[in-house]
């Protein structure tokens, strides 16, 4: 079964410092992954996807990701945390097991909350 | 460009009463999609429009139906409500040109409570 998962229910950092937020995948064939962001109350944004090329993908407000084949992750990265990004994460897969057309349907994680302390 | 609209942003219901919710992607998009969101079970995919065609279903109830305009706006109906509708339903365009896939742009949400 194709599936997304993250680890981290919550992930504490002090701002200026480095951030993670771990995912890691499993589908059939070539993944096709993305990061999304959510604020109270809102919509999720979007931050970076992977599709294909590099393994570091640049993403919104200095967000990037690293996605490693061998070990089926795909984490997000900052060099330098805000208080403002203080947000819900989610990680998700494009699903590759459609009923033999394209699809948009995304596989998500359960979500990572991400508090940054001042 | 103005971003996914979704009507109504909140709403109350009493079981057994049916919804009606609406969505209208980024002009030009011509996929939509929608997801419900739930603490306990978090994002999980409803279905999936594109040029009027559904093109893909998760696994909900029969009660859970959908469809799409001839200019890409879509509405979502949940017939019977129960308890366990209420959630956070969030709609979600894509732009499909033929290229590269491309992302889904979601909306604000409509925050569906049922009593």
């Known amino acids: 079964a194709q599936s997304v998962a993250q680890p981290e229910d919550q992930v504490n950092v002090a701002e200026g410092n480095p951030l993670t937020v771990k995912c890691t995948y499993s589908v059939s064939g070539n993944p096709y992954l993305f990061w999304y962001v959510q604020y109270p109350n809102r919509g999720l944004q979007f931050l970076l996807k992977?599709?294909?090329?590099?393994?570091l993908v640049k993403g919104s407000y200095g967000f990037e990701a690293e996605f490693n084949k061998s070990q089926t992750s795909f984490h997000l990265k900052k060099p330098s945390a805000l208080v403002s990004d203080s947000a819900l994460y989610f990680c998700a897969v494009r699903d590759s097991l459609n009923y033999g057309g394209a699809t948009n349907k995304l596989i998500f994680g359960t979500g990572t909350l991400l508090a940054v302390q001042p | 460009k103005a971003g996914v609209t979704q009507t109504p942003r909140y709403l109350i219901k009493t079981r057994g009463q049916q919804v009606t919710l609406s969505c209208s992607p980024i002009s030009g998009h011509r996929s939509v999609s929608w997801y419900q969101q739930t603490p306990g079970q978090g994002l999980q995919f409803l279905f999936e429009?594109?040029?009027?065609?559904?093109?893909n279903k998760g696994n909900f109830p029969g009660r859970f139906s959908g469809r799409q305009f001839s200019n890409s706006r879509s509405e979502m109906n949940v017939s019977t409500l129960e308890l366990g509708d209420s959630a956070l339903y969030l709609c979600?365009?894509?732009?499909?040109?033929?290229?590269?896939?491309?992302?889904?742009?979601f909306g604000p949400g409509t925050r569906l409570t049922v009593l």
């Open positions: 979600a365009s894509s732009l499909e040109d033929g290229g590269s896939y491309n992302e889904q742009f």
């Open positions: 429009y594109f040029s009027e065609t559904q093109r």
């Open positions: 992977y599709i294909t090329g590099d393994n």
